[in-house]
């Protein structure tokens, strides 16, 4: 988990704080970086690429991995350069090994994002990876500061739990988890995640939830930003386990958090 990291890039400077995040958090975790220029050359307004285009894209993508590469002394810095789609060349890579950790970025504007759709939700269709959605510059968690685990589903498997307890551990940081569920449904479930994590991490770890159900008058997005603002919260992660996380969770939140947000699978 979090074992070797993948930064897409691109000239845009949107992904400034993806990129330096990226950084601090194979620094810390003492793991690999790969950063990867993928380039599509019929994006360039042409029904089909021609060769001095596919030239021009690589030779961008490398000065864009150079600048990188040099702008840091932290770590070493592997680079790639790859063409074709990126949601699918991210897949093919994740696939073959190269990673299991994506580091996103907004690659587009939020108007460009209106009439295009969402890019980083594209890449998390065909990831089985996990990953970091990172829009604005904010530290990594750590001690003195909660994660903040969002879920509306209504039961914790075993590899959920064990997953934010290693998310917990590499960190170093509390758990808060939040319910966003139906207020209807049981919530026993939730006392049995914060019981079962206490054994798990023991007393160094702070373990504690909240409930909130979401409501016409406030959607999941909202709760969540409240909570973390309350809360002091540094990232939200939502572990997609199990029916743990719905669709429409996902969509509100990695969109929409004052917070980076993790992606846990």
């Given at each position: 988990?979090?074992?070797?990291?993948?930064?897409?890039?691109?000239?845009?400077?949107?992904?400034?704080?993806a990129?330096?995040?990226?950084?601090?958090?194979?620094e810390?975790l003492?793991?690999?970086?790969?950063a990867?220029?993928?380039?599509?050359?019929?994006?360039?307004?042409?029904s089909?690429?021609?060769l001095?285009?596919?030239?021009?894209?690589?030779?961008?993508?490398?000065?864009q991995?150079?600048?990188?590469?040099?702008s840091n002394?932290?770590?070493?810095?592997?680079?790639?350069?790859?063409?074709?789609?990126?949601?699918?060349?991210?897949?093919?890579?994740?696939?073959e090994?190269?990673?299991?950790?994506?580091i996103?970025?907004?690659?587009?504007?939020?108007?460009?994002?209106?009439?295009t759709?969402?890019?980083?939700?594209?890449?998390?269709?065909?990831?089985?990876?996990?990953?970091?959605?990172v829009?604005k510059?904010?530290?990594?968690?750590?001690?003195?500061?909660?994660?903040?685990?969002?879920?509306?589903?209504?039961?914790?498997?075993?590899?959920?739990i064990?997953?934010?307890?290693?998310?917990?551990?590499?960190?170093?940081?509390?758990?808060?988890?939040?319910?966003?569920?139906?207020?209807?449904?049981?919530t026993?479930?939730?006392?049995?995640a914060?019981i079962?994590?206490?054994?798990?991490l023991?007393?160094?770890?702070h373990?504690?939830?909240?409930?909130?159900?979401?409501?016409?008058?406030?959607?999941?997005?909202?709760?969540?930003?409240?909570?973390?603002?309350?809360?002091?919260?540094?990232?939200?992660?939502?572990?997609?386990?199990?029916?743990?996380?719905?669709?429409?969770?996902l969509?509100?939140?990695?969109?929409?958090?004052?917070?980076?947000v993790c992606?846990?699978?």
């Open positions: 988990m979090f074992d070797k990291i993948l930064l897409p890039v691109d000239p845009s400077k949107r992904l400034k704080p990129r330096e995040y990226a950084i601090a958090l194979s810390k003492g793991v690999p970086l790969v990867a220029f993928i380039s599509n050359p019929k994006k360039a307004g042409t089909t690429a021609s001095d285009a596919r030239d021009g894209f690589e030779a961008l993508g490398k000065r991995l150079d600048n990188i590469i040099e002394q932290s770590i070493k810095i592997k680079p790639i350069v790859m063409e074709g789609k990126r949601h699918k060349v991210l897949a093919k890579m994740v696939d090994g190269i990673a299991d950790t994506l996103l970025g907004p690659f587009r504007s939020y108007l460009s994002r209106i009439f759709g969402s890019e980083i939700e594209r890449i998390l269709e065909y990831e089985s990876s996990h990953a970091f959605v829009r510059p904010h530290p990594l968690p750590g001690p003195g500061s909660p994660a903040l685990v969002v879920v509306d589903g209504t039961k914790f498997s075993d590899k959920a064990d997953s934010v307890e290693v998310f917990a551990r590499k960190f170093g940081c509390d758990i808060e988890f939040l319910y966003l569920g139906k207020g209807r449904i049981k026993d479930f939730m006392d049995l914060v079962t994590l206490r054994e798990k023991g007393e160094k770890f373990i504690t939830s909240t409930i909130k159900p979401h409501t016409f008058f406030k959607s999941r997005k909202v709760i969540v930003n409240s909570v973390v603002e309350s809360k002091g919260a540094r990232i939200v992660v939502l572990p997609l386990i199990n029916h743990l996380v719905s669709e429409f969770l969509h509100q939140v990695v969109l929409n958090a004052l917070v980076p992606v846990i699978r």
